[in-house]
T-cell receptor, first 115, second 111 residues
């Protein structure tokens, strides 16, 4: 069984500050991990994914995440927040990237960026 | 098509009515997934299709929910005798090796 825990349902940062969104996972097999972003009234957009290659994964919009097996974590970071980063972020885990692997999502973290 | 298309984008229905939600996946994607996103909650898995068969229906909340997929392409999620707790955004995704692409969802409101 697989599960995802996102610590903090709401995170607020100042524009230009570091963004850190936390994600811990549980999986019975080596996991594949994803971060998605959802803007208001829109679907989910893939930010980045870890599929057992490099542990530091770079994604779109300046985001990156590091897979740490010892900590079962896959935290999302961005060095400098921009107002346009305000959205809801979901961490997800699957047990493969094949066509028959469902995603299990965390409950999401809403990021607020203030001036 | 270029992306996953869902229709309608918004649906308001009266309690007790049946509704059908449609998903048109990316051409060539053999796997198709339905998720539900309720206010204040995360994304809840409902069902997935591999081709036209549904190996995992474990997330369907009740027997009022059903889904089918024809021709390995379009899928329809049907909710019978809708209840207010069915109000949510229903998201569809299709996948190929290495990634999942989500549609914009159908916002269902049961009044």
């Amino acid at each position: 069984a697989q599960s995802v825990t996102q610590l903090g349902s709401h995170v607020s940062v100042s524009e230009g500050a570091l963004v850190l969104l936390r994600c811990n996972y549980s999986s019975s097999v080596p996991p594949y991990l994803f971060w998605y972003v959802q803007y208001p009234n829109q679907g989910l957009q893939l930010l980045l994914k870890y599929t057992s290659a490099a542990t530091l994964v770079k994604g779109i919009n300046g985001f990156e995440a590091e897979f740490k097996k010892s900590e079962t974590s896959f935290h999302l970071t961005k060095p400098s927040a921009h107002m346009s980063d305000a959205a809801e972020y979901f961490c997800a885990v699957s047990e493969g990237t094949g066509t028959a692997s469902k995603l299990t999502f965390g409950t999401g973290t809403r990021l607020q960026v203030t001036l | 098509g270029a992306g996953v298309s869902q229709s309608p984008s918004n649906k308001v229905t009266e309690k007790g009515k049946d509704v059908e939600l449609r998903c048109d996946p990316i051409s060539g994607h053999t796997a198709l997934y339905w998720y539900r996103q309720s206010l204040g909650q995360g994304l809840e898995f409902l069902i997935y299709f591999q081709g036209n068969s549904a190996p995992d229906k474990s997330g369907l909340p009740s027997d009022r929910f059903s889904a089918e997929r024809t021709g390995g392409s379009v899928s329809t999620l049907t909710i019978q005798r809708t209840q207010q707790e069915d109000s949510a955004v229903y998201l569809c995704a299709s996948s190929s090796w290495g990634g999942y692409t989500f549609g914009s969802g159908t916002r269902l409101t049961v009044v």
